[in-house]
């Protein structure tokens, strides 16, 4: 910033840049609602007050906000690159998100991380960025890299590297992991913020975890969680994604005095999504629904997770601070008519003003790499007809560890019989490795003649294909790989629907509108067509069977996990 110029503009001797007349300016450090003129020079706000500008906007009433802040999302999770993500959410409010690229990660290494650095490289959205550091997440699965701390450190000095992502191997952390603490140590010895994932971790474990230097949590679910976390200063991300959505259970838990340390976050939102609900501005709106103030509301958007991650110069309409502007229609819709970043109006009608095609670099394309699937490979030899079955539960991640009797035919392997709502499940390594392919059997999901397949399998991202008939999960296996990734329906034989995913096998190159129509056009097939339950999320709910750190029965490309019990089981009780 040339600061003659800026002090120049400040006091009047010249003119502003760009002056907003007639606002409301929503000020988070008093958390009062100010009638007055705001003024911008060089992208910067130069505050409140009597000032002429080059550009005058008369906001007529309305109010301006400090730019939304996303504390924590995969972008990988909205199926789109972040060119096409900042499309999406610029619009709606969010000028910054602090990422975690764990997913792209867990298929292509550094490369992966390298790739949404420069992906996001000169868009409107300030894309900043944890350095995943569980890949793999747990040793149970095999990802498409392994990232240890001298690893990390190679990308530490990088511009948008903010600190280290969730740590979600808190067992590990916890019984003192040399490979764990040399990833925080380094954190630690760069004085960066480092994420946690603790999920029902209490007392001394707690004081250890956070003792450590993990300072955030975004996996609570209830106020008590919440609050032993904000006793021990921890900064608690109120999740509201498309997978979890914790803000109804957790907001009333935010009071006057531990709002400073709360935020908001969605970590997975698929595109449809946010395009029907919205992205931060969803859970800032649902907040006030549920009677917060709003300016409480907005600070937990802006403020708070600016200073939780060090973002000097963000979160506030104050002097020298960014000059990223919402302008919203009241303080009850949270509609966004406008935004600014950086001073320049970058959307306006929940329309981008810019548009970056897709830059996609040679090292997360081709990423499934697996030989032809032959129906044979899903066929089950079942040693006894009593069996450990994956059970689903409705807008959940959690599963049920459920004993089941099952079917077996003459020749002892698991047959599909048409009364039980039993089908085969499988996860087949695609990184190039050992080829291992995971087999068991999940209920609830009910589908009936086909199967469905997906590249995204949280987070080593494996195959998962589920179905009734050996053949057609083989033909949607094969589809999706001939595809470099994506999500496959096949009915009778059929390949009847296919969303490609060609980076990494979890984003696609096209706008999010596209690829949110495609995802439409597959669930409605998958509902249709082949009967799947309406109660699940089909497609997320695939995309989080094979995560071994979300209770109680999952299946990785090694096999069964008994999550609770933190090992493998077998398929059969004998
Ligand atoms: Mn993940």
Redesign the pocket.
């Known amino acids: 910033m040339d600061l003659k110029n800026f002090i120049d503009a400040a006091v009047g001797r010249k003119k502003a840049d760009i002056v907003f007349r007639n606002g409301k300016i929503i000020n988070v450090f008093t958390g009062e609602i100010i009638e007055n003129t705001l003024a911008v020079k060089d992208g910067k706000i130069l505050g409140y007050g009597a000032y002429e500008g080059v550009v005058e906007i008369d906001v007529k009433g309305a109010y301006l906000s400090p730019g939304f802040i996303d504390a924590h999302v995969?972008i990988e999770s909205s199926l789109t690159t972040p060119e096409h993500f900042a499309s999406l959410v610029v619009p709606r409010g969010t000028t910054t998100v602090v990422a975690d690229p764990?997913?792209i990660a867990n298929v292509a290494g550094l490369e992966g991380i390298r790739y949404m650095l420069d992906a996001s490289e000169g868009l409107p959205l300030e894309c900043l960025f944890m350095l995943p550091s569980c890949v793999p997440a747990t040793p149970f699965e095999n990802s498409g890299a392994k990232l240890s701390a001298s690893d990390l450190v190679k990308l530490a000095g990088e511009p948008r590297v903010l600190g280290l992502g969730e740590m979600m191997d808190y067992p590990s952390l916890i019984e003192g992991d040399p490979a764990v603490l040399e990833k925080m140590q380094m954190a630690l010895d760069r004085n960066m913020p480092i994420d946690g994932h603790a999920p029902m971790v209490d007392r001394k474990e707690l004081n250890a975890y956070i003792g450590a230097g993990v300072g955030t949590d975004h996996e609570c679910s209830t106020p008590e969680e919440m609050r032993s976390r904000l006793r021990r200063g921890m900064y608690v991300l109120i999740r509201e994604g498309s997978a979890a959505r914790n803000l109804k259970n957790l907001i009333h838990g935010v009071k006057l005095y531990n709002l400073r340390r709360c935020a908001f976050c969605t970590d997975d939102k698929q595109p449809e999504d946010i395009l029907k609900d919205g992205h931060i501005n969803y859970n800032i709106r649902e907040a006030i629904d549920l009677g917060m103030d709003p300016v409480w509301a907005v600070q937990m958007a802006t403020l708070n997770p600016a200073e939780c991650y060090h973002l000097k110069g963000k979160g506030a309409l104050a002097p020298g601070y960014d000059a990223d502007i919402v302008i919203l229609d009241d303080l009850k819709s949270i509609h966004v008519q406008q935004v600014y970043k950086k001073g320049v109006l970058v959307a306006e009608d929940e329309k981008a003003l810019f548009s970056q095609p897709s830059r996609v670099t040679d090292a997360v394309v081709n990423t499934v790499k697996v030989r032809k699937i032959r129906a044979e490979d899903f066929s089950l030899p079942m040693e006894t007809d009593v069996a450990r079955v994956i059970r689903i539960l409705p807008h959940s991640l959690v599963t049920e560890n459920a004993v089941r009797k099952i079917e077996r035919d003459e020749n002892g392997l698991f047959k599909i019989h048409p009364d039980l709502d039993i089908l085969k499940i499988a996860v087949i390594e695609r990184h190039g490795g050992k080829g291992t392919i995971g087999l068991g059997l999940v209920e609830n999901y009910r589908l009936k003649g086909g199967a469905i397949a997906s590249s995204i399998g949280?987070?080593s991202h494996n195959l998962i294909v589920v179905g009734d008939r050996d053949e057609d999960m083989a033909l949607a296996v094969n589809s999706l790989a001939a595809s470099g990734g994506g999500i496959s329906v096949v009915a009778n034989g059929e390949l009847v629907g296919l969303l490609p995913l060609p980076i990494g096998g979890l984003m696609s190159d096209k706008p999010a509108e596209e690829v949110s129509a495609s995802l439409k056009d597959l669930l409605n097939t998958a509902v249709h067509t082949l009967g799947v339950n309406k109660e699940v999320d089909p497609f997320m709910t695939l995309a989080f069977m094979a995560?071994p750190v979300i209770p109680e029965l999952k299946l990785t490309d090694e096999g069964l996990f008994d999550v609770l019990k933190f090992e493998f089981v077998d398929l059969c009780i004998k």
């Open positions: 995969h764990h997913e949280h987070d995560l």
